[in-house]
C-alpha cells in the first residue's frame, strides 16, 4: 500500500467514526432499539464489527460480544477501544460459506462497503450512489463460518451481519437457526436479500421485518412470514432505499404469523 493509499485509509477510518460515533444521542437511540432482541447476559455476535458503532450500543444492555471484522484498520481500532473488555471477544476474520482464505476487495475512502464479492461490487456500480466509490486494495483473509463461531462461542441471542453483499454466503455456514438476526438490504441486490429469506425459512420457523435507513424502527407492527416479506421486498424494489432485515424465531407460545 502506497503513502496515498495509507492517507485515505487514514481519512476513510476516522469518516466512519464520525458517521457512527460523532451524532448525539445515536448510541442511546441504538440501545433503545436492540433492547427488544437483546437481554442482560446475552451473547451477541457482530459480523462486521467495523468501527464498533453496536458494541457500543450493545454493552450498555448487559451483552456478551463476539465481533468479527476483517479489516485491518477497522480491527486497530476495536482492539484500542473494546480489547481491553472481558465482555468483547475480537476475532480478525471474515465470514463465510466454508472455511478458508477469501480476497477482500477494500475501499480505503469507504471502508463501509468493503466486502468479499465481486459479484456485489458489479451490482451496485450500476447505482448512482456508488459511482464515486473505489475499491483500491485488495487483501487476502482467512474466512470462518458462523457454525465454527457457535461452536467456539456458543449459540448467539442475537447475530448482526453487516457483510455488504456476502449475507448468503454468512448465512450459508450457519446449519441452525438462532434466534433472532439482521441481514443489510440495499436495492442493487435485493434477489440477496430474497435469497436469505429463503434460506432462514428452511432453518426455522421464523418471523420477519425490516428497517428502513438508519432509522432503527421497525417498520411492520406485526411480523411477517417468508411470504409475506418477500411481497415486502417488492414493495422495496420500487421504493429503493436500503435498510435491514430482522428475523426471529416466535418466542414459546406465541403464534406464527
Not at 473488555?85 to 471474515?94: G, H, K, S
Not at 472455511?99 to 468493503?114: K, N
Not at 450459508?172 to 437457526?177: A, D, E, N, T, W
Request: glycine share 8%; hydrophobic share 40%; aromatic share 10%.
Amino acid at each position: 500500500m502506497n503513502a496515498w493509499n495509507r492517507f485515505a485509509q487514514r481519512l476513510g477510518l476516522w469518516r466512519s467514526v464520525l458517521m457512527y460515533h460523532g451524532i448525539p444521542f445515536r448510541r442511546r437511540r441504538l440501545s433503545r432499539f436492540y433492547g427488544q432482541f437483546i437481554r442482560h447476559g446475552d451473547l451477541c455476535f457482530d459480523l462486521g464489527a467495523h468501527v464498533g458503532s453496536r458494541l457500543r450500543a450493545w454493552l450498555p444492555l448487559g451483552a456478551r460480544i463476539v465481533a468479527v471484522e476483517p479489516q485491518p484498520a477497522c480491527m486497530a481500532l476495536l482492539r484500542r477501544w473494546f480489547g481491553h473488555d472481558a465482555r468483547v471477544t475480537l476475532i480478525e476474520q471474515a465470514v463465510g460459506a466454508a472455511p478458508g482464505v477469501a480476497d477482500l476487495f477494500i475501499s480505503s475512502r469507504t471502508p463501509t462497503v468493503t466486502t468479499l464479492s465481486p459479484v456485489w461490487i458489479a451490482a451496485v456500480r450500476q447505482d448512482r450512489a456508488f459511482e464515486r466509490v473505489r475499491w483500491d486494495n485488495r487483501l487476502p483473509v482467512t474466512v470462518t463460518t458462523l457454525d465454527e463461531l457457535i461452536a467456539r462461542h456458543g449459540a448467539p441471542a442475537f447475530c448482526k451481519i453487516d457483510v455488504e453483499g456476502y449475507e448468503l454466503e454468512v448465512l450459508k455456514g450457519l446449519s441452525r437457526p438462532v434466534r433472532a438476526l439482521s441481514f443489510e438490504y440495499i436495492p442493487a441486490c435485493l434477489e440477496t436479500a430474497r435469497a436469505c429469506v429463503t434460506y432462514l425459512a428452511g432453518l426455522g420457523r421464523y418471523q420477519f421485518n425490516w428497517s428502513t435507513g438508519e432509522s432503527h424502527r421497525l417498520r411492520a407492527n406485526a411480523w411477517l412470514d417468508a411470504d409475506r416479506m418477500f411481497g415486502q421486498l417488492d414493495r422495496l424494489r420500487r421504493s429503493g432505499g436500503s435498510g435491514d432485515i430482522y428475523a426471529r424465531l416466535p418466542e414459546a407460545g406465541e403464534n406464527h404469523s
